[in-house]
């Protein structure tokens, strides 16, 4: 893929992947903006990352999957953090993960339903396997060294409520950013060095002689189609990839999520990300959201539940948030933390994490030269997109200004296949 001549860079989508692919490309050594032109093509009425890259939680760790990129990954969030102030700017922290099993106790629904009647959700909802592991990864295993003592400094946990407390990786491996500041930094950084921003939802890849020559989209105020030439595309639309190019055998997993400001803004929120597993009250069972502590001086702290498997919206703008699945996971979280209860729900949200579908595990990362030279695929990344972000970045970086990928081996990863 390496070329002399002038290359024109289209990265459809404007989430994380996208936006950091633009920001690692105008960083690159050879990157010149007069002979390097990069534009990033977002569907959404309302700029980037909104959807997983502006919803999701922002974990960043070492144990993630798969282990290959992730140890690129986790090494370029530390240095991005590092040169660009990510502390202040993106929320950048280590932070301490652990493992925390209790009972709920009894709260009011703030739900219309009536008592004991059954959530339509309940029947859809699935795993989003964070902590599973994925073949080439490295799975994050049980804690054995389990206590039903919290640390002493986790302030927003219940003792009384806990049976068994576990840390589950060192600190020094798990971190988190904001991802929706995270992504719209490297938007920022990148426009600084040429990067355009372009409003517009990508209708077709057009190739001729086996090479991609141009995107054609539709122009939001117009509805009129319009083109950018190419000389190299990046597929980096998530859960939407398919609608793209069909044979990739991507699909969309919808995960809610809400965000919860504590009451008290004296009392600071330790940073703790929590992975639980609930007894919920009146035998109704139990439940598994993430509880994660984010930086800042309303101390919000994050909460997400199972996902489901409502079909895919056309646009991230068509995203529909069930309610209810928001109402659970904020009873869930009121029921074990009596002092996020006497906070409130700040957003109530849902975005699609995109999933590789049959049995070889993604993310897909690479030239799709079997279906046209100059189109790169860098999309399938599950719920690890925002700690996976940078390696992939960087790799397609590579990859276009440099005709291969140098920093990490990725061939598990090719497009050849999954189409």
């Not at 539709?218 to 069909?246: C, E, F, I, K, R």
């Not at 004296?266 to 609930?278: C, G, H, K």
Request: with cysteine; hydrophobic share 35%.
């Amino acid at each position: 893929m390496s070329q002399t001549a002038p290359r024109t860079v289209v990265i459809i989508g404007g989430g994380i992947v996208g936006c950091t692919t633009a920001y690692y490309i105008t960083r690159h050594p050879s990157f010149d903006s007069s002979t390097t032109k990069v534009t990033i093509l977002e569907a959404s009425a309302h700029g980037a990352a909104q959807g997983a890259s502006g919803k999701a939680g922002g974990l960043v760790a070492r144990w993630a999957y798969p282990q290959s990129l992730v140890d690129v990954s986790f090494e370029e969030h530390v240095r991005l953090a590092e040169l660009h102030g990510g502390a202040e700017r993106w929320g950048w922290r280590y932070v301490n993960c652990g493992s925390w099993e209790g009972r709920a106790e009894a709260v009011p629904e703030s739900s219309s339903r009536e008592a004991g009647e059954e959530h339509e959700y309940l029947n859809r909802r699935k795993s989003l396997e964070k902590t599973l592991g994925l073949e080439g990864g490295k799975p994050l295993k049980k804690p054995q060294n389990k206590t039903s003592k919290l640390p002493d400094d986790l302030n927003w946990m219940e003792e009384d409520l806990t049976d068994a407390y576990s840390l589950m990786a060192p600190p020094v491996d798990t971190a988190q950013v904001h991802p929706y500041q995270f992504t719209t930094s490297m938007l920022s950084l990148a426009q600084e060095r040429g990067a355009s921003f372009v409003r517009g939802h990508a209708t077709r890849i057009v190739t001729s002689n086996g090479r991609v020559t141009s995107v054609e989209y539709t122009d939001p105020p117009t509805q009129a189609a319009q083109q950018l030439s190419a000389t190299h595309v990046v597929l980096a639309t998530g859960a939407w990839a398919a609608s793209l190019l069909p044979s990739l055998p991507i699909t969309g997993t919808r995960a809610h999520s809400i965000t919860i400001l504590p009451l008290s803004k004296d009392l600071p929120i330790a940073p703790y990300v929590l992975f639980t597993e609930i007894t919920l009250p009146d035998g109704r069972g139990g439940a598994s959201p993430e509880i994660y502590a984010r930086p800042g001086p309303e101390g919000e702290v994050y909460a997400c539940g199972a996902g489901d498997d409502a079909p895919l919206p056309g646009c991230v703008d068509d995203v529909v948030v069930d309610e209810e699945a928001c109402e659970k996971v904020w009873m869930e979280v009121r029921g074990v933390s009596r002092v996020l209860r006497q906070g409130s729900v700040d957003r109530r949200q849902a975005c699609y994490l995109p999933t590789v579908l049959g049995r070889r595990a993604g993310p897909i990362i690479g030239e799709a030269e079997q279906v046209a030279r100059g189109l790169v695929a860098a999309t399938g990344h599950t719920c690890w997109g925002i700690c996976n972000a940078p390696g992939t970045a960087r790799a397609v970086a590579e990859l276009i200004m440099e005709g291969e990928i140098q920093c990490v081996n990725l061939k598990n990863m090719a497009p050849k296949l999954f189409l």
